[in-house]
């Protein structure tokens, strides 16, 4: 089918397409440099090094400022390897799956796909691999590669890239990645890039959820938004699917969110590390004041360990 998921125990060699570029992004290798690096000077740095980061992935002309927040906090010295857990969109998907390429391409350069480490997640036997045409349509991952590729250039052919594509988990599976994943993230030489926009409000998505006690609808989407925030900040999985469960927040990257916070959990229980994870910025597509508005709501993030 077109949007096929096959399990194999090797990885075919090729070469994703940056598909998105110059519709979702500038295609122009210059003015995206440009365009990236104003995002990264107005952005402040209080929140760092980040071991992982909660970015957004809609269109740089909406969320590209926001998603600096997170960026700004990555110091690129020590990271040798940089894992991007992105929503599945396009394909339902009941558990992770793998790119089929070794390349990603981008219009800044190429990025090289771990392979090492892509051998030992499939040798957990919970690993499928997404064939080309299902990675390429997605824009959950792509959107973080040229951010990636911007605040690692000092590092250029030093680091690799681990992209895994998050099904529809449910919270048994999130522990279960979350295990998988925590080894790595204990590794001071890995960055995690976690994608997800947030609210998704409107008749077109489906979802007009609205408290009139906090006044405008766009004050309802923000009170809204960072009480799942507050819920993420806490480190708490159980508390971030209550949330999820009570108010059906259309946060796309939940999945994603929540093996993160499955990771830090089970790392909690395992060792002493300590950690902080904060929201720095936060933003809205749109102001939403009627039901015929809509919008899509952004959030940047910062874990220290």
């Keep these: 089918s077109r949007y096929s998921i096959v399990v194999l125990d090797r990885i075919i060699m090729a070469t994703r397409r940056a598909q998105h570029a110059s519709s979702w992004y500038s295609g122009s290798k210059k003015q995206l440099d440009d365009e990236l690096q ?7 740095l209080s929140h760092s090094p980040a071991r992982a980061i909660i970015a957004p992935h809609a269109g740089y002309s ?3 400022p926001c998603g600096a927040y997170a960026y700004k906090q990555v110091n690129p010295e020590n ?5 991007i857990l992105g929503p599945s969109h396009h394909v339902f998907l009941p558990n992770c799956a793998l790119s089929s390429a070794a390349t990603y391409q981008t219009p800044l350069y190429d990025l090289r796909i771990d392979q090492e480490v892509y051998q030992e997640l499939l040798s957990t036997k919970h ?4 064939d080309l045409k299902t990675d390429e349509d ?12 911007k605040v690692m250039e000092s590092r250029k052919d030093h680091f690799t890239v681990v992209p895994v594509l998050v099904g529809s988990l449910k919270q048994d599976g999130e522990k279960l990645y979350g295990k998988i994943f925590s080894k790595y993230l204990m590794d001071p030489a890995n960055l995690f890039v976690i994608s997800s926009d947030f609210c998704h409000w ?3 998505f489906r979802y007009t959820h609205y408290e009139k006690s906090h006044g405008p609808i766009h004050s ?18 159980e508390g971030f699917a209550g949330y999820l469960s009570k108010y059906s927040n259309t946060i796309c990257g939940r999945h ?3 093996v993160l916070l499955q990771a830090i959990d089970h790392l909690k229980s395992t060792t002493q590390l300590n950690f902080q994870l904060k929201f720095l910025h936060y933003a809205q597509s749109n102001r939403c004041t009627n039901f015929s508005d809509s919008s899509v709501s952004y959030a940047a993030a910062s874990l220290t360990m």
């Design 220 to 237: 309802s989407i923000e009170n809204l938004d960072k009480m799942g925030m507050a819920e993420i900040e806490s480190l708490n999985p």
């Design 62 to 64: 909406y969320c590209g």
């Design 202 to 204: 409107g008749k077109r």
């Design 79 to 83: 990271v040798k390897r940089v894992f």
């Design 256 to 258: 994603p969110i929540g």
């Design 127 to 130: 690993f499928d691999l997404m």
């Design 38 to 44: 104003n995002y990264l000077d107005s952005a402040e």
């Design 138 to 149: 997605e824009h959950s991952i792509e959107m973080h590669l040229p951010y990636t590729a």
